[in-house]
């Protein structure tokens, strides 16, 4: 799983009606089942009104997480159509919510299909789409003496990072899997062993 794939570049969203319903399509990033599934109650709990939140997701593990439900829409209408446009375009690490509120005319399961494809597909052209690495998180713990050098590193090496100064300091980075072990072993080196990581 180490190879790149593709993936929205960052929230998306967008709207339209058919037929007196109005959709709104979301879309995400997400590395894990947990950051997928945290968006959808998102997106629920802002729709807690609507008709319904349909979801899916394609999360990058072994093998492979695919999740859609109908939300009570009639089988097969719904979450399979919105999945099958993540399939489609090929994105994974990403999750999407189409939400509907009933207009009032009954759209048929044909009907239902495209527009809950359609909700995909305009949330995924809102966010645009980008080749993406696999990254790894992981935790640094330094002493206040060593933090500088370990910054200094991070920050050469154009890591994602975030700096969390307690008792001692504790680094939470983003890297490029294929990148990890080399940055670990640059921030054991510069610092003596002195940092841990977990």
Known sequence: MNESYRTVA???EDRF???GSEFIGYVSPAETI???ESFIHKITDIH????????AYRIRAQPLREYSSDDN???GSAGKPALN???QEDLENVVAVVTRYYGGTKLGV???ARAYARGVKVAVADAGTVKQRPHERFEIHAEYDDSGTVRGILESTQVEFDA???ASVTFSVRVPVDDAADLRDRLRSATSGRVSFN
């Open 10 to 12: 960052g929230p998306g």
């Open 164 to 166: 969390d100064y307690d």
């Open 85 to 87: 446009v993540l399939q």
């Open 110 to 112: 044909g009907g239902l």
């Open 48 to 55: 807690a009104d609507a008709t319904h939140n349909v979801p």
């Open 34 to 36: 947990q950051e997928a």
């Open 17 to 19: 009606d058919v037929r």
């Open 73 to 75: 829409e009639p089988s």
